[in-house]
């Protein structure tokens, strides 16, 4: 339901942009998160919407990542710029989707819910 990709190999102080985008459900104005999880450590989130449109970053990202949607393209992004070393990790998005579908007796089911994408690899290093 979540593709994230956009994931590989920069060096330090380069960028790259992620994506994110759903598939059998919408983003709508719900709430979407970047997550990252480098080796040996927990899932960190490092960027976040919430459904009033307001972001939040932690410290360790802050004016470095920036993320956007484009709910015509059903999409996130996540663009990293000043990448450093300690950026490398594995980043996984993760979104309440707007679902709609019908029963097998025919009855619409309008629900939503939450999931993860698969994660992208993201390597910073010279």
């Known amino acids: 339901q979540l593709q994230a990709s956009g994931g590989g190999l920069v060096q330090p102080g380069g960028s790259l942009r992620l994506s994110c985008a759903a598939s059998?459900?919408?983003?709508?104005?719900?709430?979407v998160g970047w997550y990252r999880q480098a080796p040996g450590k927990q899932r960190e989130l490092v960027a976040a919407?919430?459904?009033?449109?307001?972001?939040n970053y932690p410290d360790s990202v802050k004016g470095r990542f920036t993320f956007s949607r484009d709910n015509d393209e059903n999409t996130v992004y996540l663009q990293m710029d000043s990448l450093k070393p300690e950026d490398t990790a594995v980043y996984y998005c993760?979104?309440?989707?707007?679902?709609?579908?019908?029963?097998?007796?025919?009855?619409?089911?309008?629900?939503?819910?939450?999931?993860w994408g698969q994660g992208t690899l993201v390597t910073v290093s010279s």
């Open positions: 993760n979104a309440d989707l707007n679902v709609f579908y019908y029963l097998p007796d025919g009855t619409p089911v309008a629900a939503k819910y939450n999931y």
């Open positions: 059998g459900g919408t983003f709508s104005n719900n709430a």
């Open positions: 919407i919430s459904s009033a449109g307001v972001t």
